[in-house]
């Protein structure tokens, strides 16, 4: 069984350019989220996304967006990129449980962003 | 809106021992999931254990227990028995909606 798989592993690209990222959830999962981990920090919630929807979305600008496609995976997209957004960008998989429980959340491996 | 502290930024442990880590959070919710994680270098992040709010007794999971205390808003994990390849980043995080919200980590390392 598969666990969280992302794409690609590293990345560098220039400041103003544009990436996407792309996650494949746990078999059995149908709820991606996505968070930024800035170098000796805690991972900080973007958003997430159920039946092809973003659901919640933590304190990002409008240049990332995403999207959940019908097999349950996901891409996070970051437009105009600025120096500051050289992270770890971790996706997390999990079974949406109803709005007031938590279910566990699954990490993949993290794709590492560096801006130049 | 929901915050995670942890205080001690690293913590070092003699191979065999017992470590405890700290995590204080900060929420007006009553129903919710405490969790800790393992980073290692390799940086996937890997669930260590998880805790429901409603539930009084203390989670447990092989050598890894924890210590919660709602009135206090206090969830502390203890390490028995330490092992090499326990050295890592942990987090706590605060879940509730399906949402987590993570503390600062502690780096755990191991004296052989």
């Known amino acids: 069984d598969a666990g969280v798989t992302q794409s690609p592993t590293h990345l560098i690209k220039t400041r103003g350019q544009q990436v996407t990222l792309r996650c494949s959830p746990k078999s059995g999962h149908d709820t991606v989220s996505w968070y930024q981990q800035a170098l000796g920090q805690g991972p900080q919630f973007i958003f997430q996304y159920y039946e092809e929807e973003e659901r919640q979305r933590g304190n990002f600008p409008d240049r990332f967006s995403g999207h959940q496609f019908p097999n349950y995976s996901s891409e996070l997209n970051v437009n105009a990129l600025l120096l500051g957004d050289s992270a770890l960008y971790l996706c997390a998989s999990s079974l949406m449980a109803d709005s007031q429980s938590t279910d566990t959340q699954y990490f993949g491996p993290g794709t590492r962003l560096t801006v130049l | 809106a929901q915050t995670v502290t942890q205080s001690q930024p690293e913590m070092s442990v003699q191979e065999a021992e017992t470590v405890t880590l700290s995590c204080t959070y900060d929420?007006?919710?009553?129903?919710?999931?405490l969790f800790w994680y393992k980073q290692p270098p390799s940086r996937q992040m890997i669930l260590v254990i998880r805790q429901e709010a409603y539930k009084q007794q203390n989670a447990t999971e092989n050598r890894f227990s924890v210590n919660f205390q709602k009135a206090a808003k206090s969830f502390s994990l203890k390490i028995s028995d330490s092992q090499l390849g326990d050295a890592a980043m942990y987090f706590c995080a605060y879940g509730a909606g399906n949402k987590l919200t993570f503390g600062g980590g502690t780096r755990v390392l191991v004296k052989p």
């Open positions: 929420t007006s919710e009553s129903d919710y999931y």
